[in-house]
């Protein structure tokens, strides 16, 4: 996937989704919730069938699992470059100080930032 294809489906499922991928005490973003299913910007690029639980617990640069599953799926995420970017996309969804409401400028930035184009999303 390019840079741009990753930010497209992130974005569009962010600004879709419209709610955080937290554990059950709302505390800690988890890559895709137990119950409800949401994800979170990482989360929403690993497909269901390949998703298991043990990914939880860790960020991206330090979750091997999760990098050999993204590198599957066509992420190149084994450059620094690769991982700060992907980071950026994650830490707009799990930073505390953010919230939801601030996720189209959020992702706005980053789209200017990377010279990126932000997709169209409806609702």
């Known amino acids: 996937m390019t840079r741009q294809e990753i930010f ?3 974005a569009r499922h962010l600004l879709r989704q419209k709610k955080k991928a937290a554990s059950l005490d709302g505390h800690t973003c988890v890559y895709k919730t137990p119950r409800s299913g949401l994800k ?7 497909p269901n ?18 990098q050999e599953v993204l590198r599957k799926v066509g992420v190149r995420c084994s450059r620094p470059v690769d991982q700060r970017f992907l980071s950026a996309l994650q830490k ?17 930035q980053l789209a ?5 184009k932000m997709p169209q999303v409806r609702s």
């Open 8 to 10: 497209t489906k992130v």
């Open 40 to 46: 979170c910007a990482i989360g929403c690029l690993i």
């Open 49 to 66: 069938k390949l998703y298991d639980p043990g990914m939880e617990g860790l960020g991206l640069e330090q979750n091997a699992q999760v």
């Open 92 to 108: 707009i969804h799990d930073d505390l100080d953010i919230t939801p409401k601030d996720w189209p400028e959020k992702l706005r």
């Open 112 to 116: 200017k930032q990377h010279k990126l």
